[in-house]
């Protein structure tokens, strides 16, 4: 049993952990979790998380930017692979003060990094000069 003080409402901790490497869900930042679950909670949906923490060896494996917020267990990716649930987890995103999302063909991230951009949403084919 890890302790740590980490928490979510919703969703199971070990969802945020790099595939490497159990209970990595430790190095994630509580901000971004909270966000998750306000997320949910205002939209009525449970996500499917697919990328939280990543180690920096899976972080290169999966193609992730160098410095990516997912290393620091800043970012979140959920899966997002309709029109209508884009939109609904794009409004409650801006109303939540998320500044920071990154729009996917099948999955939207959202980090809470302090020093990238702000204000921003890049997508697919925008390359990642703001991620
Ligand atoms: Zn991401």
Redesign the pocket.
């Known amino acids: 049993m890890i302790m740590s003080d980490l928490h979510s409402k919703y969703y199971n901790l070990n969802a945020f952990d790099s595939p490497d490497l159990p209970n990595s869900y430790i190095n994630m930042n509580q901000k971004v979790i909270d966000v998750l679950d306000n997320l949910t909670e205002l939209s009525g949906i449970h996500f499917m998380v697919n990328?939280g923490y990543r180690t920096l060896e899976h972080n290169m494996l999966v193609g992730g930017i160098v410095n990516s917020e997912?290393t620091k267990g800043n970012?979140i990716?959920i899966h997002v692979s309709d029109a209508a649930t884009r939109y609904i987890v794009i409004k409650n995103l801006l109303l939540l003060n998320v500044s920071r999302i990154?729009v996917y063909n099948l999955f939207i991230?959202f980090?809470v990094s302090s020093v990238k951009p702000q204000n921003v949403i890049w997508h697919s084919l925008s390359g990642f000069q703001y991620a």
Do not use: K, L
Request: hydrophobic share 15%.
């Open positions: 990328s997912h970012a990716d990154g991230h980090d």
